[in-house]
């Protein structure tokens, strides 16, 4: 449990704001945004914005020293709003719009990563860009990750490797010039040794493609990843490991490319932990021995609690804060399977749970770590539900 947004905190925030609930703790986005920054000195760190879009929550991060990556028109918009100056923005996307091109070029955003020459051509007609970020799909591949986003495989992200040389000739046929590289190989990472050597890996990467293409290198965007735990058996990073390996691959690529601006970038890490989502239980059952609480929210504002992505389906850290007080019993009440409220089997958010109480309708179920990937990732109009409540304290 978060001991800040603790059982009395969810329980006040309910009744003043309603359920469902998205509560974000700003301490914690400022902890781990310090925490992040410290271990990457000397590189910038990139907000994915992604991972949570909410305009509070993206200006807290801005606040606290990041940049801020967009990958769509919304989200640029939101960029802007949170506070964001164009020359901290970062446009990557495999499918931006004419539209959404010529709008970043009016706001002044001058840095887009592009991977395919059918953008190229866009980017020279409605932005009249003369430099541009290519995103790399290297020849390896990560080790370690959750969900593997690029390296020596079919992706529709990213120059394959071997292609590279011929995209900057036809880049430079355009009167563009490849000035920056960018990498993403994958997500949740947790142990801080594969980060460390995907690292070392994209920096050798990276000075091969400058020498062999002579880059004016302008930027060097290496990625993240940086994973966190959300289930047994699953550890926080090592900051300790994480930040001497990557303090070496940053002097390192300091040496490789003197006139370069390193780059970081995260999304989950910042935000996840720093979530709890709150739900009413509105109705208990009993089917075929199966304890079952159904509550005003489910995977229409958490779609990752049916274990999506890089996530397998496994309960989220949660508790249960009864309506008010509750008698203990001698006996534990038995497992509960908790749903949402969709006409679809596949509604179910928490399975076989054991609390201290058993649930009744009125009380409220608490899912932690959900500070990332969570309403704006997940269908919350399906069957006509509103979108959920967001707060920032």
């Not at 990139?46 to 993206?58: E, G, I, T």
Request: proline letters at 6%; one cysteine or more; charged letters at 20%.
């Amino acid at each position: 449990m978060n001991a800040r947004i603790d059982a009395a905190r969810s329980q006040t925030a309910a009744e003043r704001h309603g359920t469902p609930l998205y509560i974000y703790d700003s301490q914690i986005l400022q902890e781990r945004c310090r925490a992040l920054r410290d271990v990457l000195s000397g590189a910038d760190l990139y907000y994915s914005l992604k991972a949570n879009p909410n305009p509070d929550v993206a200006a807290a991060l801005r606040e606290f020293g990041c940049r801020v990556e967009v990958a769509s028109g919304g989200e640029l918009e939101r960029a802007v709003q949170a506070g964001y100056p164009p020359d901290t923005i970062l446009f990557i996307g495999p499918g931006k719009t004419r539209h959404e091109i010529r709008r970043a070029a009016e706001l002044g955003v001058t840095r887009f990563v592009v991977d395919n020459e059918d953008e190229l051509r866009v980017l020279r007609d409605e932005a009249a860009v003369c430099t541009v970020t290519v995103r790399i799909n290297p020849a390896f591949e990560a080790t370690g990750g959750k969900l593997s986003m690029g390296g020596g495989k079919p992706k529709q992200f990213g120059v394959d490797r071997p292609r590279i040389s011929e995209f900057v000739g036809k880049s430079r046929s355009m009167g563009i010039e490849v000035t920056g590289l960018h990498y993403y190989l994958g997500t949740r990472f947790l142990d801080a040794r594969d980060i460390i050597a995907n690292t070392q890996q994209i920096i050798a990467d990276a000075a091969s493609i400058v020498a062999e293409c002579e880059l004016p290198l302008e930027l060097l965007d290496m990625g993240g990843g940086f994973g966190v735990p959300y289930f047994e058996n699953e550890d926080n990073l090592d900051l300790d490991v994480l930040t001497q390996g990557i303090q070496t691959c940053i002097a390192e690529a300091r040496s490789e490319f003197p006139g370069a601006r390193l780059a970081f970038e995260s999304g989950r890490y910042l935000t996840a932990e720093s979530g709890q989502l709150v739900l009413e239980v509105l109705a208990c059952k009993w089917s075929y021995g199966t304890r079952f609480c159904v509550c005003d929210g489910g995977t229409n504002v958490n779609l990752a609690a049916i274990g999506t992505g890089s996530l397998g389906k496994r309960n989220f850290p949660n508790y249960l804060v009864p309506r008010g007080p509750r008698a203990a019993t001698e006996n534990p009440p038995g497992p509960v399977t908790v749903t949402g409220p969709l006409c679809t089997p596949d509604d179910t958010i928490l399975k076989a749970v054991q609390w201290e109480h058993a649930p009744q309708a009125g009380d409220l179920v608490v899912l932690a770590s959900v500070g990332a990937y969570g309403p704006s990732a997940s269908p919350h109009s399906f069957l006509g539900h509103a979108y959920p409540t967001e707060v920032l304290i």
